[in-house]
T-cell receptor, first 114, second 113 residues
Framework: NAGVTQTPKFQVLKTGQSMTLQCAQD?????MYWYRQDPGMGLRLIYY???????DKGEVPNGYNVSRLNKREFSLRLESAAPSQTSVYFC?????????????FGAGSRLTVL | DQQVKQNSPSLSVQEGRISILNCDYT??????FLWYKKYPAEGPTFLIS?????DKNEDGRFTVFLNKSAKHLSLHIVPSQPGDSAVYFC????????????FGQGTELSVKP
């Protein structure tokens, strides 16, 4: 069982470059999420998709875009990377948008913007 | 505005003793609370949850207590083991919010042999 798979695991960008983080889940989950983790800040929600075909902003959406490509895949795009976007990014999925909705997380993608 | 707060960045406990991790929240509309555990270079993994209609939930060595009037929850680990050393995140979820979780800053637990 792969669960939630994120690619790439590591990436170094220069300021102004663009890139897309890919996320796929094989648990037939309805909802998917992108978080970033920074020291002392915990996990902050960037964007989420409560179901296929919908996306919504989270706490820190500026500088990011997302695409819910299908039920399995949810990508995060940085159009013009900035040093403030240096972080560890986690994708997560949940079985539904209601109830306890325990989220399963990927292993993370470490992004450095120079 | 931090809706979920973990005010202790770190905690050190002796093996075999109790570990108590605390979490405070401000939004009375939260209906589920969860604890996640995170090892370095891995994603967070689910540990235990509690519904807002309960005040206690137990799973083996892990017990979560919820005090709604104080907007406070705690995770008790008894007995603590060196393998419990990790960062623990408290998270909360409100109804009709797309299932999204709001996380605290995390507490790094170190269990010493």
């Amino acid at each position: 069982n792969a669960g939630v798979t994120q690619t790439p695991k590591f990436q170094v960008l220069k300021t102004g470059q663009s890139m897309t983080l890919q996320c796929a889940q094989d648990m037939n989950h309805n909802s998917m999420y992108w978080y970033r983790q920074d020291p002392g800040m915990g996990l902050r929600l960037i964007y989420y998709s409560a179901s296929e075909g919908t996306t919504d902003k989270g706490e820190v959406p500026n500088g990011y875009n997302v695409s819910r490509l299908n039920k399995r895949e949810f990508s995060l795009r940085l159009e013009s990377a900035a040093p403030s976007q240096t972080s560890v990014y986690f994708c997560a999925s949940g079985p539904r948008a209601g109830g306890a909705n325990v989220l399963t997380f990927g292993a993370g993608s470490r992004l450095t913007v120079l | 505005d931090q809706q979920v707060k973990q005010n202790s960045p770190s905690l050190s406990v002796q093996e075999g003793r109790i570990s108590i991790l605390n979490c405070d929240y401000t939004n009375s509309m939260f209906d589920y609370f969860l604890w996640y555990k995170k090892y370095p270079a891995e994603g967070p993994t689910f540990l235990i949850s509690i519904s807002s209609i309960k005040d206690k939930n137990e799973d083996g060595r892990f017990t979560v207590f919820l005090n709604k009037s104080a907007k406070h929850l705690s995770l008790h680990i008894v007995p603590s083991q060196p393998g419990d050393s990790a960062v623990y995140f408290c998270a909360a979820r409100g109804d009709n919010q797309g299932g999204k979780l709001i996380f605290g800053q995390g507490t790094e637990l170190s269990v010493k042999p």
